[in-house]
């Protein structure tokens, strides 16, 4: 993590490490369970993980504004 980058791109590096490790079991894993779990499971991780980035990203620009009024 960079010093300038919040939670918010921790979590987005997280969701894209993930993803491209997913990715690359394709190959390997190619059966009902798999696909299973992308539709169940997957899917719906990343757009929690999407929906909590944006939301981080939100709060960390109020706390940025408070601390400026507030200083």
Same mark, same amino acid.
């Given at each position: ?32 369970? %798999? ?31 408070? %601390?400026?009024?507030?200083?």
């Amino acid at each position: 993590m960079n010093p300038g980058e919040g939670n918010a791109a921790v979590l987005q590096g997280a969701l894209k490490e993930l993803l491209v490790f997913w990715e690359s079991t394709a190959y390997a894993w190619k059966d009902a369970a %798999r696909e299973n779990f992308e539709n169940d499971i997957l899917r719906d991780l990343a757009e929690s993980v999407r929906s909590a980035s944006n939301a981080v990203a939100q709060v960390e620009a109020l706390l940025r504004q408070v %601390r400026r009024e507030c200083s």
